[in-house]
């Protein structure tokens, strides 16, 4: 069965840092890009950052750029990010997910979502 796990998720305080993990079960996904999308409550699903397969190449978004940092372990199954500086409004469920077709920050170009871990900040 093909999957993706996260985890990592829970809660702290601004400022904070937490590490999120996404970890490939029944195929790694080779050759694709990976990406976080986070879903805050009463709101739509929103791009955070993504990773090329090779990792040579990343994107972030607007609101997360120089706070988080994503990276992939050198066996390429399994994807991190890692948040700094975390601020109430970064408080959502994280979800990690396989970009399959159209643009990197586009939520609807993904697939093979995992369940999500939750990241809670308060102030």
């Known amino acids: 069965q093909v999957q993706l796990v996260e985890s990592g998720g829970g809660s702290v305080q601004a400022g904070g840092s937490l590490r999120l993990s996404c970890a490939a079960s029944?195929?790694?996904?080779?050759?694709?890009?990976r990406g976080w999308v986070r879903q805050a409550p009463g709101k739509e699903r929103e791009f955070v950052a993504a990773?090329?397969?090779?990792?040579?190449?990343?994107w972030y978004a607007s609101s997360v750029k120089g706070r988080f940092t994503i990276s992939r372990d050198n066996a390429k199954t399994t994807v991190y990010l890692a948040m700094n500086s975390l601020k109430p409004e970064d408080t959502a469920l994280y979800y990690c997910?396989?970009?399959?077709?159209?643009?990197?920050?586009?939520?609807?170009?993904?697939?093979?979502w995992g369940q999500g871990t939750q990241v809670t900040v308060s102030s």
């Open positions: 997910a396989v970009l399959v077709r159209g643009a990197v920050d586009a939520v609807a170009a993904y697939d093979y």
């Open positions: 990773i090329t397969w090779s990792g040579a190449r990343t």
């Open positions: 029944g195929s790694s996904f080779s050759g694709y890009t």
